[in-house]
């Protein structure tokens, strides 16, 4: 008789970020893959944003790792950091703004996108971010599923300098935010 044999368990994944240097750019070039520059279609433009927000004291530019492996970028900002109009002042103070993708493409649709927001998540609202925004396309269905799975409402529709988007905000349970 043969014995069924069980599956070798599951080892969980670390899913973490670091700070980005200037170091890391080559990374984050290798990460535009097909599935990101669908949505964010210049690659170079993009890194050279990246590169001018590494001086930013009101952006944070982090790498995305699984298992210590770069598999993405993330920026944290906060939206009344400067001066100038931005959509996204309506926000309580102390809240943060978060952008993100995932270039590597054995990462996509395997759940990493909602583990990463959990972790930054928590992170920020465990430094006392009274709230989290972020501002997918609308369009994109992978990236607000991931953001909804991760406890993130819509909050509608926007047009910004960046395009058409859809701002999600997830309050910290620590704070009642009126919507």
Do not use: K
Not at 65 to 89: K, W
Request: glycine share 8%; net charge positive.
């Amino acid at each position: 008789m043969i014995q069924p044999q069980s599956a070798p368990a599951a080892v969980p994944i670390r899913h973490d970020f670091r700070v980005m240097t200037a170091a890391d750019l080559g990374a984050v070039r290798r990460l535009a893959t097909p599935h990101v520059t669908r949505w964010r279609p210049d690659p170079e433009c993009a890194l050279r944003s990246i590169r001018r927000h590494l001086g930013e004291p009101g952006i944070a530019c982090l790498i995305l790792t699984a298992n210590g492996r770069a598999t993405g970028y993330l920026q944290v900002y906060d939206p009344h950091h400067s001066d100038a109009e931005t959509p996204y002042r309506d926000q309580p103070r102390g809240a943060r703004g978060i952008d993100l993708f995932i270039g590597e493409a054995s990462c996509i649709g395997r759940g990493h996108g909602p583990r990463f927001i959990d972790r930054v998540r928590d992170h920020l609202f465990g430094a006392g971010a009274p709230c989290v925004v972020s501002d997918p396309n609308p369009l994109n269905a992978r990236s607000v599923a991931a953001f909804r799975s991760a406890g993130f409402r819509s909050m509608g529709e926007r047009d910004t300098a960046w395009g058409h988007v859809l701002l999600m905000r997830c309050a910290s349970p620590r704070q009642a935010i009126s919507p």
